[in-house]
């Protein structure tokens, strides 16, 4: 039986993993919204919704792996196409919040095109990549994959998203890399990038973005606004100790002290009611993850999936250094979401769904549908 | 397909090196987050958990001081004042210590022991954010408590701007008032600048010119020790003030209309008819505003509200009214200007008229006899203004002429919830009533009865359109808004909504009509005069109700000086039985003290007339 073969071909140990992952998220969830569900009696609960979420998710990754990456693989362009047209119908009719036009209204629901452009960026890299391999010595392979990636970037640092667009960078350079480009090349571009930063810092960047790298370095410029978050979030975390102070009992996440707490600032509570322990198992669980999504990628029978997977790899790993750095002060406030944890419909998508790539590259390596 | 074949397996041969490179990567960033989270957690530890334990960093709001509103010379009519607020952080107060601290301050603010121990032992709110218990309190409670700090730990004093609107409900209408943001307000405005116990303006001028008068709050956060007063300060960002508002009202003419109305109730409105500037705007009954902001008994606020005597309501820009015998004018004109109808043309009125076996009486049950249009607008004869809409012109042309001075739409006046009124026609009784226009219906139309409806405000803009020869001003209340630096951030030109086409001919005959009713001998606006300053104006007695359930209202409109006019009013005296005796004194006063007061334009005037 086909389905029979799917089954026992998956990878189990990813699949437990990321489920790990997101049940902690979930319970982080209803910690950090407590206040807000009693508040609310009950009618916001948004571990609640999170699990709708995921469930949805899961209805993804049963699609994509019945659908198989390899006929993915023909749509990598018409995805990335349509993710640029939906960027730029945020333009148009996205909703604004927090001072960023990030979002579409579909009916009951909220998208944010920023969120899927990470995979449809990695599926469009690979796609363009794994087919032109035998050029990997030009510099016009790395300039026309520098194009691709910087369409969708552009957009989104437009929006303003900074964090979002970060993400882009070290998932074109390692797929590049990968990819086999002479290192001289990369480290060309690495010093054209530099150079590229005052440009960028003072034609690109607005002034609220500026003002976030600028607060960084000293929390003390604006102690009432980003300051503040950048404070209590350290507080959190540093007063969590080793053991914590336990799952709804952290003082700085049930009185309030910390700011967007179940978006964006998740890794906070977890700190702080987990303490030491907690960080260091959830931190390790993303570790196994991206170990194994390299794995994978060795494993994989085609070039393409190879670079997609290093490209998932890549992205979770930047996810994970941005937001978790930015909790303990060693990263700026970008408001990028914590793939897997952050409560969210559109990155928690994103999530799954690069997992099922993962597992569909993993299965057909040897069990082709 | 050889070069492809050879590129892939260079691909292959060095991607095992490079994701190996890849893994190394990734396991060093992870072993670099992981050290991070040992030296914030093991390492300095202790150091958190002593901040997060008394989370002595606290963001303070500083509230912007709301920005003052001026008469049109500089009187400040509503300003702030600084109240006195005792506030809680209840997470300050040793748990057991309540119950003295509850005693103590109960006998000093004189409230019972129970209720400040209800207010310090809520949970569920922000914690560590301050919780007002009692506002405003005087000077003596405060040396008191402050005398005793040491005892109060958690209790604070906290100085705060309040809303002071200085003459109480003078002009009370017109400034409105503010209030707490409510719920849904809250959850509206709290990206923009407003925080939960903030205030909001919540109608008039408090309300039209929010954006301005708001200022913008400042932030500060201090480290406090352990009794809740401020310890360090680690931050401020002033606030920025808000700007002034200066108002086209004439603090001392509206002090002395609201003296003239004290006892009555209704509206007056005076208007500049060469500019549309509002000099007064008065609604009675009046309301206190200051209860608004004051720690005042809900009772006495619910009171405002549930009134059957509508003490919110601005009854100039928010009640509708017939217009009575004020529309005796506009129906002239109509009649002159599209009807043809000449100062020669005479009517006889013997008191009644009548029309498809229906009668309409004239006031006046003896009758005027043979009377033209000036004489019908002198003693208000309405059998005049019958046949005139019997003979003449239709609902039509009276439908137009109203629309061209205004009524059936808002005057545009910067004022909250404006009522446009009625200004009734065949398609709209039809759409509304759906029922046919009958001809009695443009007779009840003609004498302003019927189902026209308007505002004061439509009225007296109506009659400086007359008096200044035929432009229809939009009312201006706000002249221009301050900022606190000096600088003028917005100005409120004149904008004449409508310029009305009407004849030499017509508008002699219509002023001259105007004119008699207060300076002829039978003229029934004869109490509105004034020694000195020549008036004109027209009378109107308004029927409401139910035949069973009749109610007078007492209108007097006019213009002063009548050669010259500068100023157009109208004036609204509910339950007055006729214009002429309960309103047209009280123009009379009005006018009388306006060019008291503003000699110099007076004496211009003189040398104009000579």
């Known amino acids: 039986m086909k389905k029979l073969g799917l089954i026992s071909h998956m990878n189990y140990p990813l699949l437990i993993l990321t489920s790990l992952l997101i049940a902690v998220g979930v319970f982080f969830i209803y910690s950090a919204s407590y206040q807000i569900t009693l508040e609310t009696n009950a009618q916001v609960n948004y571990s609640a919704k999170q699990l709708v979420w995921t469930l949805i998710g899961f209805m993804c990754f049963i699609a994509i792996i019945l659908y198989g990456y390899d006929r993915i693989m023909k749509l990598s362009y018409m995805l990335y196409i349509a993710n640029i047209l939906l960027l730029l119908l945020v333009f148009a009719i996205g909703s604004t919040r927090y001072g960023s036009q990030r979002w579409i209204h579909i009916g009951g629901l909220v998208l944010q095109p920023s969120e899927f452009a990470k995979i449809t960026i990695i599926l469009a890299l690979a796609r363009y990549l794994s087919g032109n391999l035998q050029n990997y010595r030009s510099v016009s392979f790395l300039a026309k994959a520098m194009i691709l990636t910087f369409f969708p970037m552009i957009l989104i640092l437009r929006q303003p998203d900074l964090g979002t667009s970060l993400v882009f960078i070290p998932i074109f350079f390692a797929m590049v890399f990968v990819a086999g480009t002479p290192i001289k090349h990369l480290l060309w571009f690495v010093g054209a990038g530099l150079t590229a930063i005052p440009c960028f810092w003072f034609f690109i960047l607005k002034d609220y973005q500026k003002n976030r790298v600028r607060v960084f370095w000293d929390p003390n410029l604006d102690p009432t606004g980003l300051g503040y978050q950048a404070i209590q979030s350290k507080i959190a975390i540093g007063s969590g100790g080793f053991w914590g102070k336990g799952w709804l009992n952290g003082t700085q996440n049930q009185l309030n002290f910390l700011p967007k707490r179940y978006t964006d600032f998740i890794f906070s509570v977890i700190g702080e009611e987990w303490g030491f322990l907690g960080v260091s198992f959830v931190l390790l669980l993303y570790l196994l993850i991206m170990i194994l999504a390299i794995y994978i990628a060795s494993k994989s029978k085609d070039s393409y999936g190879k670079l997609v997977a290093c490209g998932i790899a890549v992205m979770i790993l930047s996810h994970v250094i941005i937001n978790v750095g930015m909790t303990i002060g060693i990263m700026p406030i970008t408001g990028l979401p914590l793939l897997f944890l952050s409560y969210g419909g559109s990155s928690m998508l994103t999530a799954i769904i690069s997992i099922a790539l993962l597992e569909s590259i993993w299965i057909k390596r040897r069990y082709d549908y | ?610």
């Open chain 2, 1 to 610: 397909m050889v070069r492809i074949r050879r590129a892939e397996e260079h691909f292959i041969g060095q991607f095992e090196g490079r994701i190996q490179f890849l893994a190394i990567a990734i396991i060093c960033c992870f072993f670099f987050l992981w050290f991070s989270f040992w030296k914030v957690q093991i390492l300095r530890g202790d150091w958190f958990v002593e901040l997060a334990r008394n989370n002595r960093v606290r963001k303070i709001i500083i509230p912007a001081p709301r920005g003052t509103i001026y008469d049109r010379k500089g009187v400040i009519l509503a300003d702030n004042r600084p109240s006195f607020d005792v506030e809680v952080v209840i997470e300050d107060i040793p748990k057991n210590k309540k119950k003295d601290i509850a005693h103590d301050l109960a006998s000093i603010l004189e409230l019972s022991e129970e209720d400040i121990l209800k207010k310090i032992q809520i949970s569920g709110r922000v914690p560590y954010v301050p919780e007002k218990i009692v506002r405003d309190i005087d000077m003596n409670q405060l040396t008191m408590i402050m005398e005793r700090r040491e005892d109060f730990p958690g209790i604070s004093i906290q100085p705060t701007p309040v809303r002071d609107y200085r003459f109480g409900s003078h002009a009370s209408h017109v400034l409105g008032y503010i209030g707490k943001l409510s719920r849904d307000e809250y959850q509206r405005l709290k990206d923009k600048d407003y925080f939960i116990q903030d205030y909001i303006g919540k109608m008039g001028i408090e309300r039209e010119t929010e954006r301005f008068l708001k200022g913008e709050h400042g932030g500060m956060q201090v480290q406090v020790d352990n009794r809740g007063y401020t310890d360090d300060i680690l931050g401020v960002k002033e606030p920025v003030p808000g700007s002034n508002v200066y108002l086209t009202i004439d603090h001392h003419l509206q002090l002395f209309v609201e003296s003239l109305m004290m006892d009555k109730t209704g509206a007056v409105v005076v208007m500049d008819v060469r500019n549309g500037d509002i000099l007064a705007m008065a609604s009675f009954p009046e309301y206190d505003p200051n209860v608004f902001v004051r720690p005042t008994a809900s009772r006495i606020i619910r009171e405002l509200f549930q009134s059957k005597h509508k003490f919110l309501i601005n009854k100039a820009i928010r009640e509708l009214y017939p217009a009575g015998s004020t529309f005796k004018m506009l129906v002239a004109m109509c009649a002159m200007e599209s009807g043809g109808l000449t100062v020669a043309d005479k009517y006889y009125c013997n008191g009644a008229f009548e029309m498809g076996g229906f009668t309409w009486k004239c006031w006046y049950r003896g009758g005027h006899g043979s009377v033209n249009v000036i004489e019908a607008l002198r003693y208000s004869c309405n059998v005049f203004f019958y046949n005139l809409a019997q003979k003449m012109i239709g609902v039509h042309q009276i439908h137009e002429w109203a629309d061209k001075f205004g009524f059936g739409k808002k005057t545009g006046i910067l004022l909250d919830s404006e009522l446009a009124g009625v200004n009734p026609s065949k398609k709209w009784k039809k759409e509304h009533l759906n029922l046919p226009w009958y001809p009695g219906d443009t007779i009840n139309l003609s004498i302003g009865q019927g189902f026209l409806l308007v505002t004061p405000l439509q009225l007296v803009s109506y009659i400086a359109a007359i008096a200044n020869g035929g432009e229809l001003m939009q009312p201006r209340l706000v002249d221009r808004v301050v900022s606190n630096t000096g600088e003028v951030i917005q100005s409120y030109p004149r904008v004449v909504r409508n310029e009305i086409t009407i004849s030499d001919n017509t508008y002699q005959v219509v002023t001259e009509g105007m004119r008699e009713v207060v300076q002829h001998e039978y003229g029934t606006g004869k109490k509105a005069a004034v020694e000195g300053i020549p008036v004109s104006g027209k009378t109107g007695t308004i029927q409401m109700g139910t035949p069973q359930n009749r109610i007078h209202h007492a209108w007097f409109s006019g213009f002063a000086p009548s050669d010259d006019p500068e100023i157009a009013f109208i004036i609204l005296v509910e339950h007055g039985t006729s214009g002429g005796t309960y309103a047209a004194p009280i123009a009379s006063k009005i006018v009388e003290f306006y060019f008291k007061n503003n000699p110099q334009v007076m004496s211009q005037h003189e040398k104009g007339s000579e």
